[in-house]
């Protein structure tokens, strides 16, 4: 019986673009717009360096303005626009698979595009866990040093005052003030969903892909169990469109996708591996790295969760983002 081998199938160059393409677009975030594509961001994924400075100018103030006159010595003071920048943090990333395994598993028919499938998925799923991730050390930020601005906390409260609830998520939106009407998706635990779906809540929309889309008060509903969840204490995140920038490369010296052959495995009988790797930037909107706490040359999920990495850099309501404490 003829076996279907990784390096009958592959070809690197069109494996790593098939990789990047589909982490790019089949995703819950890019889909409800919360995720935007940045291409400042994937041009310096392909440049040297562990990080990068993405500099921004600040809005205009609210001063009154000037009252005019007729006196040429009455002369006005003009305002400065300010400034200021956000360090982004790359991550390089890389896993294998080994082709003993999934050789049995991919014989027959399309064996290449359940390999590219199966690979794509996994990088979607990560990118997704690196955002999560990120959004728990700004939250962890946010209430060390900024009185839990982004928060609307109620696990406080006694009774269903303390439940996820509609009104608790237009509390939660209110933290943006005048801009809580941009809000586009809300990101729950998988214990929340089952409270939205019991509630008869959810409403599908079409999709880009022909599919449908769940939402949830006419924001996109995105579905993970990374999100905190502690002594049943639930941590729900809204977005405005475009929160997060986000890009995806492969990287610039290694190859994207490259297979090993290791003939003496498996006592002679061979075996492959199938090695994939990305470069990936992932950024919320109005913070900045700040290299805190970083053990490697890319920050591990649990890093990027800390508060010592994360720091707001604009006022409160330049931030897409609010976040949503509750018991279920």
């Given at each position: 019986?003829?076996?279907?081998?990784?390096?009958?199938?592959?070809?690197?160059?069109?494996?790593?673009?098939?990789?990047?393409?589909?982490?790019?677009?089949?995703?819950?975030?890019?889909?409800?717009?919360?995720?935007?594509?940045?291409?400042?961001?994937?041009?310096?994924?392909?440049?040297?360096?562990?990080?990068?400075?993405?500099?921004?100018?600040?809005?205009?103030?609210?001063?009154?303005?000037?009252?005019?006159?007729?006196?040429?010595?009455?002369?006005?003071?003009?305002?400065?626009?300010?400034?200021?920048?956000?360090?982004?943090?790359?991550?390089?990333?890389?896993?294998?698979?080994?082709?003993?395994?999934?050789?049995?598993?991919?014989?027959?028919?399309?064996?290449?595009?359940?390999?590219?499938?199966?690979?794509?998925?996994?990088?979607?799923?990560?990118?997704?866990?690196?955002?999560?991730?990120?959004?728990?050390?700004?939250?962890?930020?946010?209430?060390?040093?900024?009185?839990?601005?982004?928060?609307?906390?109620?696990?406080?409260?006694?009774?269903?005052?303390?439940?996820?609830?509609?009104?608790?998520?237009?509390?939660?939106?209110g933290t943006l003030g005048d801009l809580m009407n941009g809000l586009s998706a809300i990101a729950v635990h998988s214990d929340i969903y089952k409270v939205i779906l019991k509630n008869d809540d959810i409403e599908y929309v079409p999709d880009s892909?022909?599919?449908?889309?769940?939402?949830?008060?006419?924001?996109?509903?995105?579905?993970?169990?990374?999100?905190?969840?502690?002594?049943?204490?639930?941590?729900?995140?809204l977005f405005s469109a475009g929160a997060v920038g986000f890009a995806v490369t492969e990287p610039r010296i290694a190859a994207g996708t490259q297979i090993e052959d290791k003939p003496s495995a498996g006592n002679g009988g061979g075996q492959q591996?199938?090695?994939?790797?990305?470069?990936?930037?992932?950024?919320?909107?109005?913070?900045?790295?700040?290299?805190?706490?970083?053990?490697?040359?890319?920050?591990?999920?649990?890093?990027?969760?800390?508060?010592?990495?994360?720091?707001?850099?604009?006022?409160?309501?330049?931030?897409?983002?609010?976040?949503?404490?509750?018991?279920?």
């Amino acid at each position: 019986m003829a076996v279907t081998q990784i390096s009958d199938v592959v070809v690197p160059s069109e494996f790593t673009s098939y990789i990047v393409q589909n982490t790019m677009e089949k995703s819950a975030l890019v889909e409800s717009g919360v995720v935007a594509r940045n291409s400042a961001i994937a041009d310096q994924l392909q440049a040297g360096a562990e990080s990068f400075t993405v500099p921004f100018w600040n809005d205009l103030g609210d001063e009154e303005a000037d009252l005019v006159n007729d006196d040429p010595n009455d002369e006005s003071t003009p305002l400065k626009l300010g400034g200021a920048k956000q360090l982004v943090r790359k991550a390089f990333l890389h896993k294998s698979w080994s082709a003993m395994n999934l050789a049995s598993e991919l014989s027959g028919d399309d064996a290449l595009s359940r390999i590219q499938d199966r690979a794509a998925a996994y990088w979607t799923r990560q990118t997704q866990r690196r955002l999560i991730a990120s959004l728990n050390g700004i939250l962890a930020d946010n209430i060390a040093n900024f009185s839990g601005d982004m928060v609307e906390d109620i696990t406080g409260e006694t009774g269903s005052a303390a439940s996820f609830s509609a009104s608790a998520v237009i509390d939660a939106a209110g933290t943006l003030g005048d801009l809580m009407n941009g809000l586009s998706a809300i990101a729950v635990h998988s214990d929340i969903y089952k409270v939205i779906l019991k509630n008869d809540d959810i409403e599908y929309v079409p999709d880009s892909r022909g599919g449908s889309l769940a939402t949830y008060r006419g924001m996109a509903l995105i579905v993970d169990d990374l999100l905190p969840e502690d002594s049943g204490d639930y941590t729900s995140v809204l977005f405005s469109a475009g929160a997060v920038g986000f890009a995806v490369t492969e990287p610039r010296i290694a190859a994207g996708t490259q297979i090993e052959d290791k003939p003496s495995a498996g006592n002679g009988g061979g075996q492959q591996i199938l090695h994939s790797r990305v470069n990936l930037g992932i950024h919320p909107a109005g913070f900045s790295w700040l290299e805190g706490s970083v053990a490697a040359e890319s920050a591990s999920l649990a890093e990027l969760a800390l508060a010592a990495n994360w720091n707001r850099v604009v006022e409160r309501k330049a931030v897409p983002l609010a976040f949503l404490k509750s018991k279920v």
